[in-house]
């Protein structure tokens, strides 16, 4: 079995993931790792060097990859990957797949992104708290169409990490 993370930035993918891994004994990946590993570059590097389309495409393909190689394992995936290149629908197609979605209010998010925005591209330019409230609020409104498709839902709101991955 294949468990697919997915969510915003800061939802917590990367720390929940490596900690469910262990409980259920499966390798861990983090699908941004895996992409700059295998490009040898960093993400702030690919998306200033080459642009966010270039990524888009490395991460649907690197995505593909990595399910096609693997068997029980746990996987991060970015902010953005369930929403471009029909990601999603192609992890639902796959019997081998479970998604879920962390979930998170705007609120959390962006207490948590304002402290750590230098190394995720997209929001790195924003300053002020309002400018934080209203970019993410933005893409919140975009993305939660594709983040809505992940088989389950896991409400993140006050929980440690065990906690979620016990859910
Ligand atoms: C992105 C999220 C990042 C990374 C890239 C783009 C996004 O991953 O893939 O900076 O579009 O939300 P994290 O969610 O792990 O920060």
């Known amino acids: ?29 983090d699908l941004d790792d895996y992409i700059s590993e295998n490009e040898q570059v960093s993400i702030p590097e690919i998306f200033q060097k080459k642009g966010e389309i270039y990524f888009r495409t490395r991460e649907a393909k690197y995505l593909r990859q990595l399910i096609a ?15 471009y290149s029909e990601n999603m629908t192609f992890l639902n197609n796959s019997n081998k797949i479970n998604t879920f979605f962390l979930k998170l209010p705007l609120r959390s998010l962006v207490d948590r992104l304002i402290p750590e925005k230098m190394n995720r591209p997209l929001i790195a330019h924003l300053n ?18 594709f983040y809505n498709m992940a088989t389950y839902t896991v409400d993140c709101e006050k929980k440690t990490v065990q906690e979620i991955s016990e859910d």
């Open 69 to 83: 190689s693997s068997e029980d394992i746990v996987l991060a995936l970015g902010g953005g990957t369930p929403c």
């Open 1 to 29: 079995m294949i468990v697919v993370l997915i969510g915003y930035m800061g939802a917590g993918k990367t720390s929940v993931g490596k900690n469910l891994a262990k409980i259920l004994d499966y390798n861990f990946f």
């Open 128 to 145: 002020t708290q309002e400018e934080f409230l209203e970019f993410i609020g933005k893409h919140l409104f975009e993305r939660n169409t």
